[in-house]
């Protein structure tokens, strides 16, 4: 299984290069063309109440562990947000029938924030960028902590001992170059999750995704006069590629690759955050 990540170049310029991170090796059977590694059904000999219930199974450090089901819930945990904006958008993954994919919008997204080397104000961009991308998808977003994960590229998507039986929350590290080397020369941050198929092997969604801050880069942009904005502008742009949204050509997005001039999200990037926002949940 793996997840796309996406760069962010230093001090809001931002170039085009992108790394399809590696993070669980699934079964060999593609799930229905969408690009998912794998998945393989069967029952869990240890459970006998799966000895009659299809489960999808993934290869985690060579064992075979059941796709996490999700927690019993009544419906979205936010309103829809209703599209209002037209402009170029793109997603990272999509399904055969091209709409994106997304996180559950009837689960909340957990994540945990690694805090070490972060400048400052590193909370409060966090906290204002996961604001930002909440209102514009109707994503819940849960803090759930801090954690000592390092930002490995090839990130375990279940780690039963750390965060429980579910699929891993959102990792959101502080780092540099010398311990991710993604964020060589002027890139900023990287930021992506993994499409991971549903417990039943009926659709796919996002989890576990990573977020990676240079910390020496945002240190750099925030000692500028507008350094705070565009310092904000990067974690917002890596957080939309969490959520889904890929690069775009048009230079007046936030999630155009290259451009310098944008600090706020863009009638594109809003479309395209409605849409992720608007996936269906996982029954």
Avoid: K
Wanted: net charge negative; glycine share 14%.
């Amino acid at each position: 299984m793996r997840a796309m990540d996406r760069e962010v170049s230093r001090g809001a310029r931002r170039r085009a290069a992108s790394r399809l991170i590696g993070i669980v090796t699934v079964g060999a059977a593609a799930i229905g063309g969408v690009g998912l590694a794998a998945q393989s059904r069967g029952w869990d000999v240890s459970d006998p109440t799966s000895w009659w219930q299809g489960r999808t199974y993934v290869d985690i450090e060579g064992r075979a562990v059941a796709v996490p089901r999700p927690e019993p819930a009544t419906g979205r945990l936010l309103p829809v947000v209703p599209v209002a904006t037209r402009g170029l958008h793109a997603f990272v993954h999509v399904t055969e029938s091209g709409g994106p994919v997304g996180f559950d919008p009837c689960r909340p997204v957990r994540y945990v924030v690694r805090p070490d080397g972060a400048p400052a104000v590193g909370p409060d961009l966090v906290n204002d960028a996961i604001n930002r991308i909440s209102a514009a998808t109707g994503l819940v977003f849960v803090d759930a902590g801090t954690t000592d994960e390092a930002p490995a590229v090839d990130r375990v998507l279940i780690q039963t001992d750390r965060y429980g039986r579910g699929w891993a929350p959102v990792l959101i590290a502080w780092s540099t170059e010398a311990e991710v080397a993604a964020l060589a020369g002027d890139v900023a941050g990287v930021g992506g999750s993994a499409m991971v198929p549903g417990a039943s092997g009926e659709g796919t969604w996002l989890a576990a995704g990573r977020l990676v801050l240079d910390s020496d880069d945002l240190t750099e942009v925030l000692g500028r006069g507008d350094g705070y904005a565009r310092a904000r502008a990067i974690v917002v742009h890596e957080l939309a590629h969490v959520v889904g949204l890929d690069h775009v050509s048009d230079t007046h997005e936030l999630m155009n690759p290259t451009t310098s001039g944008v600090a706020q999200l863009g009638p594109g990037d809003l479309e395209g955050l409605a849409l992720v926002g608007a996936v269906e949940c996982e029954s």
